[in-house]
C-alpha cells in the first residue's frame, strides 16, 4: 500500500510540474509563476491563473523543497511569489488596498480587481513560509504589509474578516446569498497566518487579533459540532468547516493551554465522521430546492488530515477508520490518461442526481495539492507527533 500511496504523491506533483498548470513561460510576464484553477477537459483550456492556489502551491513548494533538498521547487516557489507581489499585489493609491491581492488574473478579462482576506491570508502563510527557509527580508516585509491590511482593514469589531475588498469601488461588499462572499468559519484559518507572523514578527499584538477571531468563529459552532458557513446561512459548507477546524486546531499548538480549542476540533471532527459515507463527504450537510449536490476531492483531502490528527491526539480509532475510508476513495480520484495536461491531477468530484452520480471533467489544483499533502501525511502519521502533522497543514 505505501508503494501505492508514494506512486500517487509522486504523479501528482509531476501533474503540478508539469501539465501545465503551472505557467513556466517566461515571456508570459503577466501569468509567469502563477498557477491556473484547473484544467477543464471537455474545454481543453484553463479558465484563469487563481492567486489563492499560487498561495497553496508556494507553501506545497517549500515543503517539498525540506523533503528532498531539490533546488527545482525552491525556484518554482520563488517565481510563484514574485508573480503575486509583482503582478497581483495592488500598486494604487487607496491606502485601504494596499497589502491585498488581486484574487485571480483572467486569461480574457485580465487582473480581477478586488482581494479576498482568505486568499491574502493563504498567500501571507506562503510569504512565510519563503522567509522561513531563505530569510530574505522581502518575503516577511510582504506578510507584514498583508497581515497590517487583514487587521486594520478587514477584521470586523466583532472580530470577524470582511470577506473582500473591491478596489474599483473602493469598499468591502457583503453578499448573503454567496456563502464566500461573508464573514463566514472559513476566515477561522487566518489564525494560521496571524499566529505563524506574530512569532516570525515578534508581534504579539497579532495574538489579540487571533483571539477575536476565534471568539468570532466559535459562536458558529452549532451544538452538533458542525460550523454554520456564515451567520446568514444554519447550514454546514464541508469545505469551509474543514478550514475553521485547521485553524482551530493550528492553535490549539501555539497555545497549548487552550483546551476549549481541542474541544472545539475534536467535536467538528466527530461532525465530519456524521455525515461521511464510504468515504465520501458532501459539499453541504443539505441542499436547497434544484442545488446540486456534490462530493469533491478535496473535502475528502482536508477531512483525512483532520482526522488523522484527531487520531494522533485522541487515539480513537474512529478517526482512523474514517481516514481509512475516505483513503479509498482520494486514491480513485487520480487521473490516469496519457495526456499529459490531466495525468496525475485529481478530478474535482462529482455531481449528484440521486442515484446517478456524474464525474465533473475538471482537474482541479487544490484538490490535487491538498490530496498530495493528504497522502503524505499518511504516510507518515505513525511515526510524528500531532503537532508535527499540524504546523505542516497547508
Keep these: 500500500m505505501s508503494e501505492v500511496i508514494q506512486s500517487k504523491i509522486d504523479n501528482g506533483i509531476r501533474w503540478i510540474r508539469e501539465s501545465g498548470i ?3 513561460e517566461q515571456s508570459a510576464t503577466e501569468i509567469y509563476g502563477g498557477l491556473n484553477a484547473y484544467y477543464d477537459i471537455e474545454r481543453g483550456a484553463y479558465p484563469f491563473v487563481y492567486t489563492e492556489i499560487t498561495g497553496y502551491a508556494i507553501s506545497l513548494f517549500v515543503q517539498l523543497y525540506k523533503y528532498s533538498g531539490d533546488e527545482v521547487f525552491l525556484n518554482r516557489a520563488q517565481s510563484s511569489a514574485r508573480w503575486l507581489i509583482d503582478i497581483m499585489r495592488y500598486s494604487g493609491e487607496d491606502e485601504n488596498a494596499k497589502g491585498s491581492f488581486a484574487w485571480a488574473y483572467d486569461f480574457t478579462e485580465g487582473k480581477q480587481l478586488k482581494a479576498y482576506s482568505f486568499d491574502c491570508g493563504v498567500c501571507t502563510k506562503a510569504f512565510l513560509d519563503l522567509y522561513e527557509v531563505t530569510h530574505d527580508g522581502h518575503y516577511l516585509a510582504q506578510a507584514k504589509e498583508t497581515l497590517d491590511w487583514l487587521t486594520q482593514v478587514m477584521q470586523n469589531e466583532d472580530g470577524s474578516l470582511k470577506a473582500s475588498y473591491n478596489w474599483s469601488l473602493k469598499k468591502s461588499l457583503s453578499v448573503p446569498s454567496i456563502w464566500y462572499e461573508n464573514s463566514g468559519c472559513l476566515h477561522a484559518k ?9 512569532k516570525a514578527l515578534n508581534n504579539p499584538s497579532l495574538i489579540k487579533s487571533v483571539e477575536a477571531l476565534l471568539h468570532a468563529t ?3 459552532q452549532r451544538r452538533d459540532g458542525g460550523f454554520k458557513v456564515n451567520i446568514f446561512d444554519n447550514r454546514v459548507n464541508l469545505h469551509a468547516h474543514c478550514y475553521a477546524l485547521e485553524g482551530i486546531i493550528y492553535l490549539h499548538n501555539s497555545l497549548k493551554e487552550r483546551d476549549d480549542l481541542l474541544t472545539s476540533f475534536i467535536r467538528g471532527a466527530e461532525w465530519l465522521l456524521s455525515v461521511e459515507k464510504d468515504g465520501k463527504l458532501p459539499e453541504w450537510d443539505t441542499t436547497r430546492f ?13 477531512a483525512i ?3 488523522l490528527i484527531s487520531y494522533k491526539l485522541t487515539k480513537d480509532q474512529r478517526f482512523l477508520d474514517g481516514a481509512n475510508r475516505s483513503l479509498s476513495y482520494i486514491l480513485s480520484m487520480q487521473c490516469g490518461t496519457a495526456d499529459n495536461r490531466t495525468r496525475g491531477g485529481f478530478y474535482e468530484g462529482y455531481r449528484i442526481f440521486d442515484p446517478l452520480r456524474f464525474r465533473i471533467n475538471r482537474i482541479n489544483t487544490w484538490a490535487t495539492i491538498f490530496t498530495i499533502q493528504a497522502l503524505t501525511m499518511y504516510q507518515k502519521f505513525q511515526t510524528s507527533e500531532a503537532a508535527q502533522l499540524v504546523y505542516e497543514i497547508i
Design 22 to 24: 503551472y505557467n513556466v
Design 190 to 198: 487566518m489564525c494560521i497566518p496571524l499566529a505563524f507572523g506574530s
Design 218 to 220: 466559535f459562536k458558529l
Design 290 to 302: 434544484l442545488e446540486a449536490k456534490l462530493q469533491t476531492s478535496y473535502v475528502a483531502a482536508q
Design 305 to 307: 488530515r483532520i482526522w
